[in-house]
């Protein structure tokens, strides 16, 4: 069965604080994909990660991607209001289209002052 | 500039109703994909079309049906709307199958009662 998992599903955070978010999935993919929602909106693209150690980064997020580990990871650094949001990660199986995308239950970050 | 449109924003219709959602895209996309969400289950694939003429079921298939007939659209249709199909519906395009990530749209919260 084809599972994608993240961790934490929620997550309360200090202005200021690093924190990392785990997005694991159970069976070989190469690439993944992570999204961010605020409330009531849409998907917006973070970051397409499309081999085994991919890192990005944009401002103050970083993402990885460990295919061997079927891991990635979404790192924030010093978190502002701002990036409060939803995170999705969606790895995709079996050849890699995007008809085989799973996403995963999302991740929902508060950053409080 | 390029966008992805879906009609309406919010509709509620009555238990054994037919429905169709519209989905426009003007991104000239090859690739377009209909989600469902809702709470606890993250996003989950309904149809998907790689191209005109091109139909393909998702996870979560049963009841919707889809047709593509230009680039453009790609009509989302409840044969007979249930209540478990209450629920926020997104449509996403892409340029490249495998590696560019999804445009989504703004998304049509129905209502069925």
């Known amino acids: 069965e084809l599972k994608v998992e993240q961790n934490p599903l929620f997550l309360s955070m200090q202005e200021g604080k690093n924190y990392t978010i785990y997005c694991n999935y159970s069976?070989?993919?190469?690439?993944l994909y992570w999204y961010r929602q605020d409330p009531g909106k849409s998907l917006e693209s973070l970051f397409v990660?499309?081999?085994?150690?991919a890192v990005k980064q944009e401002g103050r997020l970083m993402a990885s991607l460990d295919t061997k580990a079927r891991l990635s990871t979404l790192h924030i650094t010093a978190a502002v209001h701002d990036l409060s949001a939803t995170y999705f990660c969606?790895?995709?199986?079996?050849?890699?289209?995007?008809?085989?995308?799973?996403f995963g239950k999302g991740t929902k970050l508060s950053v409080k002052p | 500039d390029a966008e992805i449109t879906q009609s309406p924003r919010h509709k509620i219709t009555e238990t054994g109703r037919q429905v169709t959602l519209a989905c426009h895209q003007t991104?000239?996309?090859?690739?377009m994909f209909w989600y469902r969400q809702d709470l606890g289950h993250g996003l989950r694939l309904i149809h998907y079309?790689?191209?005109?003429?091109?139909?393909n079921k998702g996870e979560v298939s049963d009841g919707y049906s889809v047709s593509r007939s230009n680039t453009e659209d790609l009509p989302l249709t409840l044969e007979s709307a249930a209540s478990s199909q209450t629920s926020v519906y997104f449509c996403?395009?892409?340029?490249?199958?495998?590696?560019?990530?999804?445009?989504f749209g703004n998304g049509t919260r129905l209502t069925v009662t």
């Open positions: 069976t070989t993919s190469d690439r």
């Open positions: 079309s790689y191209g005109v003429h091109d139909t």
């Open positions: 991104w000239n996309h090859n690739n």
């Open positions: 969606a790895p995709s199986f079996y050849g890699g289209s995007q008809g085989n995308l799973i």
């Open positions: 996403a395009s892409s340029r490249d199958r495998y590696n560019s990530p999804l445009h």
């Open positions: 990660l499309l081999s085994n150690g």
